[in-house]
């Protein structure tokens, strides 16, 4: 515990802009006052609603002086009348624009400031929240879209992470308090499809002499994998584990520069070993080391983009081209998750997943919707990421959702073959929000040169990330290639995968195996 306190205190010296704000009063008290604010006007906002408190309850001002507002869908999880009544506000309030982001949660856009508190009053009336999914709070915690479902099934975890957001979600002890987000994933079945390593805080299902329970990762963010505590976690002890670490951040965490903020660099500062004493300490428990990870398969969708769950169940594929849905077909959505009495499972490859029974499987083929994103079912739009660009956000460096798409159209007509899976990850800047990093093939925008010395539209193409058989950051193959050069370059990458792969291989291991 003292090389946290002193840690602590070679940071304490000055504080950043953001905790400046949170020394002008609690967002709770903001929200309780947000249904009158919304019933004046948006010039009556100041900067600190703007920057601080708005977003600790997921609402983000708009250059246009619209808003975004971040819907918290814990594990992925939307019963049908939810998906419904998500699709309804879209259309009602937010031009019937929706995007299903790499958290498994919902964005709404260009809502007006004076719908603001009706929009959430609505979503809460059917359980679901948008507190702390903004600046400095704990983010969606997110796990398998197959959790607690058929042979991949190990450990049920969203009973776990129900206990876990009873800690901090509307409390106002912890809304806004955190030296910075809060990134949290816990996997429980044996396929990793939720980029489990990639998290502040990481539990993964493992194996220990007979028991089943969790290994411990810790320290991860855009750009760096989590790093192996050495510890093992009973399923019993999770709840108390997590409080521990998330009141140690609380404690200690910096708050001085903002991009040295995460629990990564208070790992860095401290140490593995010291951090883990320091979690015994606040937790009262005493670990085994760490065991054996059960999650070690790889799945690839067919060709109809279905999973076979076990012998009666089966997960049906939506393939949403970079995430950009419409509030009518979420509606949709929801009536064909009902008629099929199934769930509706969104995934951080911002799709979307219904799983039912096998016997309904013909009646989603056939449905208005799949047929609608049928044409999207491929090997290049099914693993596809791409976050919100220039279009909505101000650190966009190229549009990116649109120039994603391009590229899998490109490359659908250019090399039509279906037998496999690449992962396709674009984010639209460094900040790496498309979590471009573990991609298969990854992109980070920027701007290029063209032939005739023109800046233009570009990215940097990374190759070889790792995110569901182990831990592995991608290394860069190409820096700032125009986009229509990046196609040329990307389709060599396509054709010797098509060429040389095995039956059956999907491109993380074939990259293992192949030097390229």
Not at 261 to 274: K, P, S, T, Y
Not at 428 to 434: A, N
Request: aromatic share 10%; net charge negative; charged share 25%.
């Amino acid at each position: 515990m003292i090389k946290l306190q002193e840690a602590k205190e070679l940071r304490d010296g000055k504080v950043n802009k953001i905790e400046l704000l949170k020394q002008t009063g609690k967002p709770i008290d903001f929200f309780n006052n947000l249904e009158n604010l919304c019933k004046g006007s948006i010039e009556d906002l100041t900067d600190t609603d703007k920057n601080y408190f708005l977003k600790c309850f997921g609402i983000f001002h708009k250059d246009d002086d619209t808003f975004m507002l971040r819907v918290r869908i814990p594990a992925g999880q939307l019963t049908f009348f939810q998906a419904i009544e998500i699709g309804k506000i879209a259309i009602w309030y937010g031009e019937n624009y929706i995007d299903i982001t790499t958290r498994q949660q919902i964005e709404l856009r260009y809502l007006k400031f004076n719908d603001l508190y009706e929009v959430i009053k609505q979503l809460q009336n059917v359980g679901i929240s948008t507190f702390q999914t903004g600046i400095d709070n704990f983010r969606n915690i997110v796990t398998s879209s197959f959790d607690g479902l058929g042979n991949q099934e190990i450990i049920e975890c969203k009973p776990i992470i129900n206990s876990m957001q009873e800690i901090f979600l509307e409390d106002e002890e912890w809304i806004g308090t955190l030296p910075r987000k809060f990134n949290t994933a816990i996997l429980g079945t044996s396929v990793n499809d939720c980029n489990i390593y990639g998290h502040d805080c990481c539990f993964i299902v493992a194996k220990k002499d007979e028991k089943i329970g969790f290994n411990l990762y810790l320290g991860g963010k855009v750009g760096v994998q989590a790093t192996n505590s050495g510890i093992f976690v009973e399923q019993k002890d999770v709840t108390s584990v997590y409080k521990a670490i998330i009141n140690l951040f609380k404690e200690f965490g910096f708050r001085d520069n903002r991009n040295k903020n995460r629990l990564h660099f208070l790992l860095e500062a401290v140490g593995m070993d010291e951090f883990v004493k320091a979690i015994k300490v606040y937790s009262s428990l005493e670990f085994q080391e760490a065991g054996e990870i059960l999650a070690k398969d790889e799945f690839i969708l067919d060709s109809d983009g279905i999973l076979t769950l076990n012998e009666n169940l089966i997960a049906y594929n939506f393939s949403i081209p970079s995430g950009i849905f419409t509030g009518e077909a979420m509606m949709e959505a929801g009536t064909l998750a009902e008629l099929v009495l199934g769930q509706i499972r969104l995934s951080v490859e911002q799709s979307f997943y219904i799983v039912c029974k096998k016997e309904h499987q013909e009646a989603l083929k056939n449905s208005s919707l799949s047929i609608k994103y049928h044409k999207y079912q491929n090997i290049y739009f099914r693993n596809l990421i791409a976050c919100a660009g220039t279009k909505t956000c101000s650190f966009g460096v190229i549009p990116c959702k649109s120039d994603a798409i391009e590229m899998a159209n490109y490359l659908t007509n250019e090399i039509p073959f279906d037998d496999g899976k690449i992962r396709f990850y674009w984010s639209g800047c460094p900040k790496g929000c498309g979590i471009h990093g573990v991609g298969d093939i990854g992109f980070e925008g920027c701007k290029a040169k063209d032939e005739n010395g023109n800046k233009v539209d570009g990215v940097h193409i990374f190759i070889g990330g790792k995110a569901t058989l182990e831990a592995k950051e991608a290394r860069i193959l190409y820096k700032a290639l125009p986009l229509d050069v990046a196609k040329e370059k990307v389709k060599e990458i396509v054709l010797n995968y098509k060429n040389n792969k095995l039956a059956g291989e999907s491109f993380e291991e074939f990259e293992s195996r192949v030097t390229m």
